[in-house]
């Protein structure tokens, strides 16, 4: 048996992960994820009323509130076979680019990109050497030797005062960080302007959710933006036209500097091609629609098994059964009472707490599973399942990023690269670039609608007595969301959410089977076992969000925080 590492809790990741790996002779050879809350949402949703469900499902996380949000009215609406007006559709779908294009950019530069970038190499750097360099991956005008020289000064006052700030506890001069100075001076730059054009893709988010976090527009059957072109309480010309501007600016940043950032840190690290594959079987679903019923999609959806792009198995429609029928969840190892694997109607929730035990129940999270598999989530399975089933704007975007990689790095760099470590970055900024595209186009189809003379955003829902059953998915950043509802004489029975980390991050199942991270560790160097840098990286390129595949309770039954309303 090797050494033994346990890292708890992983850090720059939303909610608490224990990951434990067993390295030998510098690899890991063993591996174990656990989460270390747990969710109670699906206890506090029951008995409630079905159009209310949104509200409290987007409190599952802090920062995935949008995407419980729609796929809870989703549910809803797939249980009672409800059509969504167009204007609702567009509408959620320019909230989803949006909320997805901040996502994925604040992941990059300020949830992952320091396991790659040392800013102690920083005041080492030439600007105008890290600038001639920048002009060779993009135009973009926040690369010029005056800005690049004003971040090299403030990182400097920064590492020479001592209060590292942000930039604190990382794993700053370990041998697994290997980028020139001046590839560290523009990372760290475009780190810091990063931070603004987040904002900007978050800002479309509150023009049209009121508010964000926890939009406030949404509603079982539509939307509740007024659409009044003259009115400035409603959905008007001026507010229309912000957004797209909005929408421009962030997609500039995306193209120009996010994907030509995660191209040069990947050439930089060519070793990282070949770590991290872990599960190959991808699961991604089909989202922003182009109809009232949810059948046709500008995103596909669908599998894809054993990394073979042949047997690639698309997804058709919010109702398909091809997904209804496969999902189930196992709790072998993980803290509820039973030893059940069922689908999420069937499911119960009865938290029972014992203690980290590898061979036993280890994790808080369950273990999903689509036909019995164990599935890869995010981004990397959403580009995988679009470039098979020939999806044009992906294709377009995947087969730019590996040519400009190939050509950066002096040698060919294929598409089978993209089952790694690396691929998950790369995947989830052709991603971005391809919302970016599609927010302008959903943008253009909702003006033309208004401008038409269609104003509708909402279709009032009907709950018959008796039990309805339904499912809503959407695919979230960090990949394949589906919440679950059974309605019972208008009034919730029962409801499951089944979330991209829970896929990704669940441990082992009935039979053996590990998850995702798990798997993804085996193989991975540890040059330093007191500093476990490779662990992180790994598991910090699936997004992890440990918030959304579980919540706080205390074993002991103790109050954990009390929250006083006045």
Request: glycine share 8%.
């Amino acid at each position: 048996m090797g050494k033994r590492i346990v890292i708890d809790p992983i850090t720059r990741i939303e909610g608490h992960l224990r990951i434990d790996v067993e390295v030998e002779g510098g690899l890991v050879r063993n591996a174990w994820a656990s989460g270390q809350m747990w969710r109670g949402l699906e206890l506090i949703l029951q008995g409630r009323d079905p159009r209310d469900a949104w509200f409290f499902a987007q409190r599952i996380c802090g920062v995935c509130t949008t995407v419980h949000a729609i796929t809870s009215v989703r549910a809803v609406e797939n249980a009672l076979g409800l059509e969504i007006p167009l204007n609702a559709q567009y509408i959620r779908n320019l909230i989803l680019a949006a909320h997805a294009m901040h996502d994925h950019v604040v992941h990059f530069y300020h949830l992952s990109a320091l396991d790659w970038v040392d800013i102690t190499t920083v005041p080492q750097a030439d600007p105008g050497k890290a600038s001639r360099l920048a002009e060779t991956l993009s135009s973009w005008p926040g690369n010029s030797r005056r800005e690049l020289q004003a971040v090299k000064q403030r990182v400097r006052a920064i590492l020479d005062s001592g209060q590292l700030g942000i930039f604190a506890n990382g794993y700053w001069g370990h041998p697994a960080m290997k980028l020139p100075p001046e590839v560290n001076l523009l990372a760290i730059a475009h780190y810091l302007q990063a931070l603004q054009y987040q904002r900007k893709a978050n800002q479309i988010v509150a023009i049209l959710g009121g508010k964000t976090p926890n939009i406030q527009n949404l509603a079982v059957g539509g939307v509740t933006n007024p659409i009044n072109l003259d009115h400035q309480d409603a959905l008007n010309v001026e507010k229309l036209y912000w957004i797209k501007e909005l929408f421009q600016e962030v997609a500039a940043f995306i193209q120009q500097v996010y994907l030509p950032d995660v191209i040069a840190i990947g050439v930089g690290y060519p070793e990282w091609l070949n770590y991290g594959a872990g599960v190959t079987n991808y699961l991604a679903v089909p989202d922003m629609p182009l109809d009232t019923r949810g059948t046709t999609f500008d995103l596909p959806g669908g599998t894809i098994m054993g990394g073979r792009l042949e047997t690639v198995r698309t997804f058709q429609s919010f109702a398909d059964p091809y997904f209804r029928d496969n999902v189930t969840e196992c709790i072998a190892h993980s803290w509820y009472r039973g030893n059940w694997t069922r689908p999420p109607w069937e499911e119960e929730t009865v938290p029972h707490y014992t203690a980290f035990d590898p061979r036993g129940k280890y994790s808080w999270v369950k273990a999903p599973r689509f036909g019995g598999r164990p599935m890869q989530v995010g981004p990397l399975a959403q580009v995988l399942v679009g470039y098979a089933s020939g999806h044009a704007l992906i294709r377009k975007w995947v087969d730019e990023a590996l040519s400009r990689a190939s050509s950066l790095a002096g040698a060919r760099i294929g598409l089978s690269a993209l089952h790694s470590t690396w691929g998950r970055h790369l995947a989830r900024a052709v991603r971005a670039a391809v919302l970016s595209e599609l927010g302008l186009k959903h943008w253009e189809r909702l003006a033309e609608n208004i401008a038409a003379g269609d104003t509708d955003i909402y279709a009032s829902p009907t709950f018959p007595p008796g039990e309805q059953r339904g499912y809503g998915f959407h695919e979230a950043p960090r990949g394949t969301l589906s919440h679950w509802v059974v309605i019972r004489d208008g009034r919730i029975a029962n409801y499951q959410a089944v979330v991209p980390s829970t896929w990704n991050a669940g441990p082992r199942d009935e039979n053996g089977q590990m998850g995702p991270y798990e798997a993804s560790l085996i193989g991975n160097p540890v040059i330093d076992p007191r500093r476990p840098l490779e662990v992180l990286r790994t598991i910090h390129s699936f997004d992890p969000c440990m918030a959304c595949a579980i919540h706080l309770i205390d074993p002991e039954g103790r109050q954990v925080v009390r929250v006083d309303v006045h």
